[in-house]
């Protein structure tokens, strides 16, 4: 499961390249209207300032864009006849995610300020390193392997009795979540699940252009294990944390924490096989409910004259 502050996160560019967009923005944009041409380009107000505007728009932008897509395209609105689908749930998704992306934005800014001001390891010339390309290969791998295990754990632990209903129940109320459930949290949450992304380039050498690609790719990736389609290509089931899995998440609770792999699941003793590829998924669910609904119709004589035992065809 992934958190809004990875949206956000999406929005964030590291060293010169954010120095580059907030020295743009401030002169394009903020200055005068937002604060003093009088303060210089390095105050840390004014870099505060310009980080909290430009995560806040860009998070909205591309929550609305990608979840959008993904709803009209990749979800299938079948799920919506399930029983556990909540009235008016697309509206409440997108309401909690809209009320929860500022107060996210607040640390996560914090964290931009550290990578702004030389703090981390990012670094902007591949042939900086012995191994050039190489290296920067091997970080996107690690990268992933990194933060996969991290937020294992910390998604885990965010479902002790001590802590699940005050932090992370919240965005379990989606027992059947679309695309626009996928940063629905609580803002303590989601930036717990988010510490990872922002402690690797602390601890390890990560390429900048790298780390804006990953974080879109956590983006992208968040909506994907949300939006209902639970297809995966059978030599990648044993493999992959899609859709499939995290509904199942969802909808039983102690399954399946896993970010993109089923690696850590399967090490923790949480790992499911979903119920999707059993035949028993909530696709499946609806479709049974649909055909009894049918078989209903059909038996009281509304379909055709053969209707009872099952051997005509629906008739007008």
Not at 4 to 21: F, H, K, N, T, Y
Not at 308 to 316: F, L, N, P, R
């Amino acid at each position: 499961m992934l958190s809004a502050q990875r949206l956000i996160s999406a929005c964030g560019l590291a060293g010169a390249e954010m120095d580059l967009v907030l020295s743009a923005a401030d002169y394009y944009v903020f200055t005068p209207y937002v604060y003093p041409a009088t303060w210089p380009e390095d105050d840390f107000f004014r870099q505060t300032i310009s980080l909290l505007i430009i995560t806040n728009l860009g998070a909205y932008i591309l929550y609305f864009v990608f979840a959008t897509l993904s709803y009209y395209f990749v979800f299938d609105h079948s799920l919506m006849k399930h029983p556990q689908f909540l009235k008016n749930q697309v509206y409440r998704e997108i309401m909690f995610t809209v009320r929860s992306l500022p107060w996210i934005s607040i640390p996560t800014v914090s964290l931009f300020l550290l990578e702004l001001r030389g703090y981390s390891k990012l670094y902007s010339d591949a042939g900086g390193f012995q191994h050039g390309w190489l290296q920067l290969v091997v970080s996107v791998l690690s990268f992933l392997f990194f933060t996969d295990m991290l937020i294992y754990w910390i998604h885990r632990g965010l479902h002790h009795r001590l802590i699940y209903k005050h932090v992370h129940k919240p965005h379990h109320v989606w027992k059947v979540p679309t695309p626009f459930a996928s940063h629905a949290f609580h803002p303590v949450d989601g930036f717990l699940q988010s510490l990872p992304y922002h402690i690797y380039p602390f601890v390890f050498p990560l390429h900048k252009v790298v780390y804006l690609g990953l974080y879109i790719l956590v983006n992208i990736w968040t909506i994907s294990i949300h939006d209902g389609d639970f297809r995966v290509p059978r030599i990648l089931r044993p493999f992959i944390n899609g859709s499939a899995h995290h509904t199942d998440h969802h909808m039983f609770f102690d399954y399946n924490y896993g970010q993109y792999f089923t690696l850590w699941d399967r090490i923790g003793g949480s790992f499911k096989n979903p119920s999707s590829f059993e035949g028993k998924g909530p696709l499946s669910y609806v479709k049974k409910m649909e055909e009894q609904k049918w078989s209903s119709h059909v038996g009281n004589g509304c379909g055709s004259e053969r209707g009872a035992t099952g051997e005509a065809a629906k008739t007008e």
